[in-house]
């Protein structure tokens, strides 16, 4: 079976400050996509960013990075210069193809960004 | 663009009796999702359209549960007979087919409480 797994479920930062989310995943495919969604209190999920498994390259956003280790199966988020309006939960998620059209995602990970 | 947007907000309802809930995606995009996501967890993938065909269907979705998408443009999905484990918040999101098809928005969600 597809899993994604956030070991974390919550983590704090300073403002200004850079923080990690882990995230990792188990898959026999080789050609898939991964995602981190930010979901803030009592709004809609979005799109942070994604990485293309078959790209070595990792993906980055503005203040948003990922770290993909595809032997490892990890996916990691850093978030540099936190500011308060990054507070959210935040769910890794991977997205297969083919047969299936479906996004798996993690339980989440509560990150509060401390002033 | 408005965005996917979902009605209603908010559904409080007693147990036994039956709900509709309605999402209207991107106006461009072809794929329409449905996901339930219940407290401290993830979303889960419910069913999926291409279209007004309806293309995967989890098996959390019960007799009870029945989408559709009649014109290939908006979307309801009912539920029967409700019970207190259908309480969730109920996520829809649209991605089109070419282009980037694992790209997924998603709207604000229905939340259900069921007393």
């Known amino acids: 079976a597809q899993t994604v797994t956030q070991s974390q479920p919550e983590m704090s930062v300073q403002e200004a400050e850079t923080v990690t989310l882990s995230c990792t995943y188990d898959t026999s495919e080789s050609d898939y996509y991964l995602f981190w969604y930010k979901q803030p209190p009592s709004r809609q999920m979005i799109l942070v960013i994604r990485?293309?498994?078959?790209?070595?390259q990792n993906a980055t956003e503005n203040r948003f990075s990922v770290n993909f280790q595809k032997a490892a199966k990890s996916f990691s988020l850093k978030i540099s210069d936190s500011q308060l309006g990054d507070a959210a939960m935040y769910f890794c998620?991977?997205?297969?193809?083919?047969?299936?059209?479906?996004?798996?995602f993690g339980t989440g990970t509560l990150l509060a960004v401390q002033p | 663009d408005t965005g996917v947007s979902q009605d209603p907000r908010h559904k409080i309802t007693k147990r036994g009796q039956n709900v509709t809930f309605r999402c209207d995606p991107i106006s461009e995009h072809n794929r329409l999702y449905w996901y339930r996501q219940t407290l401290g967890q993830g979303p889960e993938f419910l069913t999926y359209f291409q279209n007004e065909a309806q293309l995967e269907k989890s098996r959390l979705l019960s007799d009870r549960f029945s989408a559709e998408r009649p014109k290939g443009s908006f979307s309801t999905l009912e539920i029967q007979r409700t019970e207190q484990g259908d309480s969730a918040m109920y996520l829809c999101a649209s991605s089109p087919t070419s282009g980037r098809p694992y790209e997924q928005y998603f709207g604000p969600g229905t939340r259900l409480t069921v007393t």
């Open positions: 998620a991977s997205y297969y193809g083919g047969a299936t059209n479906k996004l798996i």
């Open positions: 990485q293309e498994a078959y790209k070595q």
